[in-house]
Every structure is written in C-alpha cells, then in structure tokens.
C-alpha cells in the first residue's frame, strides 16, 4: 500500500482509532516499612490555586488497624505529579493524651498512642489558601492553613464544638472527616462555601466505628468559622452504616454526596442538596457504581463551556467478588480491581469504566490538573500478599480522559 493511500485511509478512520492515548504514568509515594512507619493508608489529594498537587496520608507505626499511633505525611510535586518533594510531617501528637472510651472498651488503643486520622485538604480558590481537617482519637477535630501551597502550616484550632451541634440528633462517640478531600461551592447562591463530607459512629459496633451516619459540615467564612449540616444519610435497614463520603458540586448549583455504606444492594448512595448543607434528597443506590464497602474518589475534571458537556471522575474497586467465595449481602468483598469511570452527564450516568489497578488496590481519591489529566492517589499491593488492608504502597497514577475511553470495557 502506497504512503498517499496510507494517509487517505487514516484520515477516514475516527480519531479515537487513529489517536492511541498515553498508558498511566505510576509514581509510588509512600512504600510500607519504610521511613519508620509499618503502613501508609488513607490517601489524599489536591490541586491548589497555583497548580501544585498536595498528596497526603495517613503513617502507621503499626498494622493493627485504624487504632494506634498515626501521623499525617505530605508530598508536594510542583510540575503536575512528575516529580514529588520529600515528604513533610504534617501532624503528629505526644503524650499521654485522652484515649476515646469506645475504642479503650474494645482493647483498641493504649495510653500513648495517638491516633490521628482522617485528614481532609480544602482548596479556597477566592484566596488560593488549603485548608486541613484532621481528627484525634476520631472524637476531637482540629483545623490548620496554608497560605504558601503547602510549604508551611498554621498552628492547630481546635472545631470539635462544631460536631456536638450534631448531638441532639444523634449521641455520637466516633466522629470523621471525609477522607479524600472537601471541595468549595464556585457557583449559585453559597458562592465560596467550603464542604467537608463527615461521619458519625455510637462506636458500640464493630472496630468501634459502627453504626454510622453521614452530614457535611461547612463554612462560609473561608475557614474562620465552621457549622453542621443536616444528616445526609441516616443509618436504616435499607441504607446501613453508611459512613465515608466523597462529594462535588454539579453544573446546576447541587452538591452530590456519594457514600459508602454496608447495605446490601452493594451500590453506592446518592444525596443531593441545594447548598450542600440542607435539604438533602432521599438517598438512592446507582446500580453503575458497585460498593466493595470501601472508600472512594470523586471530581470534576471540566465545568460544562463553549457547548461541551462537564466531565466527573470516579474511582473505587470495581468488584463484588471474594476469594474466599463467602459473598454474602452486607459484606466486605476483595479490594482489588480500582477502577476509573467517567461521566458527562453530572453524575446521572457512568457511561465508560477503565480498570487502573487489576490486583490488590483500595481506598483512592482523585483530583484533576488544570489541561485535564486526571491524578488518582491510591492504595495498592500487599505487604504479606493476603490483605490490602496492609497496604504496600500509595501511588499517584497520571492519565487523561483519552486514556479511560479508548479502553472502556477492559
């Protein structure tokens, strides 16, 4: 075949068949057994004002599980995710701090070991500051800022006053921030709110975080102040222990929440709300999203312009199968199989799914650069090869929208 006809034949086939997109660029960020902490869980991720990406996690000194000593670690890249600073310590505690009473009763933690948990970035795009939530000993909150994208941060403030507004409601002993990260509303009526999704536990169940319900809480005075919202997703027969929770705003003004939970349609639940605070819409499963019972990752790519549909993305581990074949409603499956998913119609469908991790791989969040790729911080590997629950790294994988579709399916 002639090199003319070659090009003539190309030009008539599509572009997607034609173009073939670039296969995901995997950083490893934090590597169990390495730098003094057994594991490094609980992934985060942002995209500041001036476009540097801030990853952060939870440091275990131990395995045992979400109890025991904990520190916040943060990485810092400033070209997009190719390369990544050393990594800082954001938040650690000593002493013999107050240990919560529900996690003591069920041998969970010892005097000295300070459990910090959950951190959660908030990136303020009126003033470029990243606002930080961490909890302790998942029954305190404290606040910090940085205004120099993450170089340096202020001195802790404690907010926890802002969970007892929940007490009336609900007597909870376990509270928690997101993880993953909140957002700040850039449009309707709250213009410049920030949301940070949140749980609440009477911790009397298993690993004294269950039941649970979920709310946000907010501010509307770019992190001076904070204030509780409604219960978004109570705990029911129906929608049960629904607990961590990932969120974004929609083209109309909304604020979706997607949360986990252990019910038995194994599928993610859906709220809405006006403001992100009220009003919240009676939950709903979408059957596109399975629910492994894991924590997930949620953001917009694009807003809708120039008559182009917005783009959001969404991560989790895209099965409902175990090893051990005990598969009964309610119960945890395999974390294996972290998968992307793309939607141009604010979250009413997911139209095309791309397996990013095909083995052991967990908890994620997602966030997004300005030109469109898309970064996913997840936990994936095995330091005994049994459990991801004893994650062997926390990666940063670099792809664009190109990449998901041209494999949808696979």
């Not at 490094?40 to 801030?54: A, E, N, S």
């Not at 395995?63 to 995710?81: A, K, N, Q, Y």
């Not at 709310?215 to 049960?240: F, L, N, Q």
């Not at 095995?382 to 929208?401: C, M, P, Q």
Request: with cysteine; proline share 6%; net charge negative.
């Amino acid at each position: 075949m002639s090199a003319v006809r070659c090009v003539v034949l190309s030009l008539l086939l599509p572009l997607s068949t034609v173009l073939v997109a670039a296969e995901p660029v995997k950083t490893d960020l934090f590597v169990a057994n390495e730098g003094g902490y057994k594991l490094y869980r609980i992934p985060g991720i942002v995209v500041t004002t001036r476009g540097t990406v801030l990853a952060y996690c939870e440091a275990r000194k131990s395995d045992r599980g979400d109890w025991g000593p904990i520190d916040v670690l943060m990485r810092r890249s400033t070209d997009g995710g190719r390369t990544w600073q050393p990594r800082q310590q954001i938040v650690h505690l000593e002493g013999d701090l107050p240990l919560n009473p529900v996690a003591a009763a069920q041998n969970l933690d010892k005097p000295g070991e300070n459990t910090v948990n959950n951190p959660v970035a908030i990136v303020d795009h009126e003033t470029g500051t990243i606002h930080f939530l961490y909890c302790l000993e998942y029954m305190r909150c404290f606040y910090i800022r940085s205004d120099d994208d993450g170089v340096s941060w202020s001195e802790p403030v404690e907010i926890t006053k802002t969970f007892e507004a929940f007490r009336p409601e609900y007597d909870w002993k376990v509270l928690a921030t997101g993880p993953a990260h909140g957002i700040q509303l850039t449009h309707g009526a709250k213009k410049g709110r920030l949301v940070v999704p949140v749980w609440l536990s009477l911790g009397t169940g298993g690993h004294a975080l269950r039941p649970s319900v979920t709310a946000t809480i907010y501010s509307d005075d770019h992190g001076a102040t904070w204030h509780r919202g409604d219960i978004a997703v109570p705990d029911t027969d129906e929608w049960v222990y629904p607990n961590e929770t990932v969120i974004v705003q929609l083209a109309d003004g909304r604020v979706m929440l997607n949360s986990r939970s252990e019910s038995k349609r194994h599928r993610r639940l859906i709220t809405l709300s006006p403001d992100g605070a009220t009003h919240w819409s009676t939950p709903k499963f979408d059957e596109a999203l399975l629910e492994p019972i894991c924590m997930a990752g949620l953001v917009r790519v694009r807003e809708p312009r120039d008559g182009k549909p917005g783009l959001l993305a969404f991560s989790n581990p895209h099965n409902l199968a175990r090893r051990d074949g005990k598969e009964a409603e309610g119960r945890s499956r395999d974390r294996v199989n972290v998968s992307i998913k793309l939607s141009d119609d604010e979250g009413r469908t997911w139209s095309v799914s791309r397996t990013l991790e095909p083995g052991f791989s967990g908890y994620s969040d997602l966030a997004a650069l300005p030109d469109g790729t898309i970064l996913c911080f997840y936990e994936r590997g095995s330091t005994d090869g049994e459990s991801i629950y004893r994650t062997g790294l926390l990666t940063v994988a670099r792809f664009d929208e190109q990449w998901v579709r041209s494999g949808a399916g696979q």
